[in-house]
């Protein structure tokens, strides 16, 4: 498992720090999955956590990505880059599959809103479990985290994004 050297990043009186978080998470997905279960990451953040514990479960095949830029409510506004740009790949029948969402920040449930309507495109599984890494609350969609890692309180007016550095070590920032 590859370590950043990236300091914790202070939200509010709290500090992140998203390597731990991360081993958090992975307990986590260990205790979710079956050897039947899907793992999924939201671009762009979840993919960089499928893409991680896809290697750390040593897990076989390609990670499975999702994107929510075709079904986002604010498409008009934030177009595909910022809507969550990349291509969805999954490599296995949706329809009838358990499946694990991996996202880094649950924010407004709009984002998941969107993915599981693209996830839908592609058939019906039978079940969706959705991970974590911070749950920082804001809900404006009755969505919720199956397994968060974090949960804190953030100011509306601040964002909280995960970086990767090079060698695929994680940090947080918080801007606002």
Request: without cysteine; negative net charge; charged residues 20%.
């Amino acid at each position: 498992m590859t370590t950043s050297s990236a300091a914790p990043v202070a939200a509010g009186a709290l500090l992140l720090d998203a390597e731990a978080l991360y081993r958090e998470l992975l307990r986590g997905v260990q205790q979710l999955r079956t050897p039947q279960t899907q793992l999924v990451g939201v671009t762009s953040g979840g993919a960089w956590l499928v893409e991680r514990l896809h290697s750390d479960l040593q897990l076989t095949g390609p990670a499975n990505i999702i994107s929510s830029a075709m079904h986002r409510d604010d498409f008009s506004k934030r177009g595909m880059v910022s809507g969550g740009g990349g291509q969805t790949t999954l490599t296995f029948d949706v329809n009838g599959a358990e499946i694990i969402l991996l996202d880094d920040v649950l924010y407004t449930g709009r984002t998941i809103r969107a993915v599981l309507n693209e996830l839908f495109d592609y058939g019906r599984p039978a079940s969706v479990k959705l991970a974590v890494l911070v749950d920082r609350g804001g809900r404006e969609l009755p969505v919720q985290a199956d397994f968060a890692a974090a949960r804190v309180a953030l100011a509306s007016t601040q964002l909280l994004a995960l970086a990767r550095d090079t060698a695929g070590g994680f940090s947080f920032k918080v801007e606002g």
